[in-house]
């Protein structure tokens, strides 16, 4: 497992997305959490975060997570991200847990869950596979 800290994650993005608006909140072996402020874009009528927003959370989340395995890895890639939307996402803070199950030589499965007020409560679950470059 690599030595990844949030202030690392978010230097890397500063650095090399600084449009993106995903942050990395927290880290661990095997584990991240991503979270974006959608207090002033993602947002659809009635104060709910979209859901492409609350995808490309979910795929930051993960991709954070492989970070804890492979070290920041830019060209780390998903090769598949399947999400089910559970409840509409309202709110401005937007966080996603993704966790680790299988951390291979060549690819990455993970599961996230996505969430606004309240952790019990998740808006998305989703699971992903990422690819190590060659």
Do not use: K
Request: glycine residues 10%.
């Amino acid at each position: 497992m690599s030595l990844v800290t949030p202030e690392a994650v978010n230097e890397f993005l500063d650095r090399e997305f600084p449009s993106t608006g995903n942050r990395c909140e927290s880290v661990g072996p095997g584990w991240a959490i991503a979270c974006f402020d959608s207090s002033t874009v993602g947002l659809r009528p009635g104060g709910i975060i979209s859901g492409p927003t609350v995808f490309g959370a979910c795929d930051a989340a993960l991709w954070f997570a492989c970070f804890t395995v492979i070290g920041i890895e830019p060209m780390a890639l998903t090769s598949e991200l399947s999400i089910r939307f559970l409840r509409p996402a309202r709110g401005s803070l937007l966080r996603a847990r993704a966790d680790l199950h299988h951390p291979g030589r060549r690819s990455m499965i993970g599961s996230v869950v996505a969430w606004t007020d309240d952790v019990e409560r998740p808006v998305a679950v989703a699971q992903g596979t990422y690819v190590r470059p060659a």
